[in-house]
T-cell receptor, first 118, second 112 residues
Framework: DTGVSQDPRHKITKRGQNVTFRCDPI?????LYWYRQTLGQGPEFLTY????????KSRLLSDRFSAERPKGSFSTLEIQRTEQGDSAMYLC????????????????FGPGTRLTVL | GEDVEQSLFLSVREGDSSVINCTYT??????LYWYKQEPGAGLQLLTY?????DMKQDQRLTVLLNKKDKHLSLRIADTQTGDSAIYFC????????????FGPGTRLSVLP
């Protein structure tokens, strides 16, 4: 296992279309996180899962956004009726869910999916 | 709500020390982090410090925390061209979740 992977790496869509992104975490990691990063900003927390349970959702996550982690492994993030303001890099991260090393419950980030809404 | 601020750009010459500064507002922050982001790569955790510590050193990295002023700094000794990246400060009371707040990032350019 070489780390957190995300698919696709880039997605261009037209306003109003639905898009779905996938994240494959590091295999033994219990926690999975989604963030959004816009140009010139740091990542903003969207939601996180402990195994298959979605435990927190940011107020940034409107009703058009839904995330799932059905078997506690990979996760999907779907955006319905995309808007131009949804254009951003969507980052996924995973962690063990407990203090495991000198870096604590370190979150390992994937390379992100860059979404462009035309 | 919580806010984290950083200067956006820093240029240094190779071999010099770099100091990247960060201020935060949440007095309940327990964990303060420094992440590095290189082009096309995910964020990488460099180091963190607990709020009850003043300083942490890890090889070329030194983190200083002034809790009274809510000021965090990252010093990189003997800066190399491979250190060129965006550095994010982040703070959290709980190590994860919606209160895990990142700053806007400081773009470090290392000149030969």
């Amino acid at each position: 296992d070489t780390g957190v992977s995300q698919d696709p790496r880039h997605k261009i869509t037209k306003r109003g279309q639905n898009v779905t992104f996938r994240c494959d975490p590091i295999s033994e990691h219990n926690r999975l996180y989604w963030y959004r990063q816009t140009l010139g900003q740091g990542p903003e927390f969207l939601t996180y899962f402990q195994n298959e349970a979605q435990l927190e959702k940011s107020r940034l996550l409107s009703d058009r956004f839904s995330a799932e982690r059905p078997k506690g492994s990979f996760s999907t993030l779907e955006i319905q009726r995309t808007e131009q303001g949804d254009s951003a890099m969507y980052l996924c991260a995973s962690s063990l869910g407990y203090w495991a090393s000198s870096l604590g419950d370190e979150q390992f980030f994937g390379p992100g999916t860059r979404l462009t809404v035309l | 709500g919580e806010d984290v601020e950083q200067s956006l750009f820093l240029s240094v010459r190779e071999g010099d020390s770099s100091v990247i500064n960060c201020t935060y507002t949440d007095s309940s922050s327990t964990y303060l982090y420094w992440y590095k982001q290189e082009p096309g790569a995910g964020l990488q955790l460099l180091t963190y410090i607990f709020s009850n510590m003043d300083m942490k050193q890890d090889q070329r990295l030194t983190v200083l925390l002034n809790k009274k002023d809510k000021h965090l700094s990252l010093r990189i000794a003997d800066t190399q061209t491979g250190d060129s990246a965006i550095y994010f400060c982040a703070e959290s009371p709980s190590n994860y979740g919606q209160n895990f707040v990142f700053g806007p990032g400081t773009r470090l350019s290392v000149l030969p």
